[in-house]
């Protein structure tokens, strides 16, 4: 089977950064992904890593170790609008995600 | 160009009935994906159609859940005799790579 690990809750402030780390177990893996939820709204893509290494895309990157089935989030310059759960999501033997629960962020100002 | 479509955005079925949720996916895409989400939690995998292939059904969660997808484009999940428990948010996505889902709305069920 699949599971993830991840942190229920982050809270930070504006300008802050702030990383949000994901262990996985998995029989087969793909990439490990994040995304974005805003309360009431979709799921959104952030970024996808398949190979070890940091991908860096604007204010966020991603950090994948598939020796250490570990992975992370980085938020730089926190705004007030990055306040939403972010779900770390592994594919592995099948093409569909398996998410974990999810780690709220709260950005105080 | 459009995202991908639900529908109906909200339903209120009573328990027992059957009901049918919508999924328009974008254009081209060949993979197409549903999952429910209840509140506060993370997303949970039901189904995977890729192109022509037999869908992954290893994620619905009893036999009263089944799922179609009509010429490789809209999908229909229907959950027959409907119980509290199936009440949820369910996403349907799509996919061109599999590595970056698109999510709709979301239709969200509640069973009474």
């Known amino acids: 089977g699949q599971s993830l690990e991840q942190p229920s809750e982050v809270t930070a402030v504006e300008g802050a950064i702030v990383q949000i780390n994901c262990t996985y177990q998995t029989s087969g893996f793909y990439g490990l992904s994040w995304y974005q939820q805003h309360d009431g709204g979709a799921p959104t893509f952030l970024s996808y890593?398949?190979?070890?290494g940091l991908e860096e895309t604007g204010r966020f990157s991603s950090f994948l170790s598939r020796s250490d089935s570990y992975g992370y989030l980085l938020l730089q310059e926190l705004q007030m609008k990055d306040s939403a759960s972010y779900f770390c999501?592994?594919?592995?033997?099948?093409?569909?995600?398996?998410f974990g629960s999810g780690t709220r962020l709260q950005v105080q100002p | 160009g459009a995202g991908v479509s639900q529908s109906p955005s909200n339903k209120v079925t009573e328990k027992g009935k059957d009901v049918e949720l919508r999924c328009d996916p974008i254009s081209g895409h060949t993979a197409l994906y549903w999952y429910r989400q209840s509140l506060g939690q993370g997303l949970e995998f039901l189904i995977y159609f890729q192109g022509n292939s037999a869908p992954d059904k290893s994620g619905l969660p009893s036999d009263r859940f089944s799922a179609e997808r009509t010429g490789g484009s809209v999908s229909t999940l229907t959950i027959q005799r409907t119980q509290q428990e199936d009440s949820a948010v369910y996403l349907c996505?799509?996919?061109?790579?599999?590595?970056?889902?698109?999510f709709g709305p979301g239709t969200r069920l509640t069973v009474t």
């Open positions: 890593n398949a190979l070890d």
């Open positions: 999501a592994v594919s592995g033997g099948r093409r569909a995600l398996t």
């Open positions: 996505a799509s996919s061109s790579t599999g590595e970056e889902q698109y």
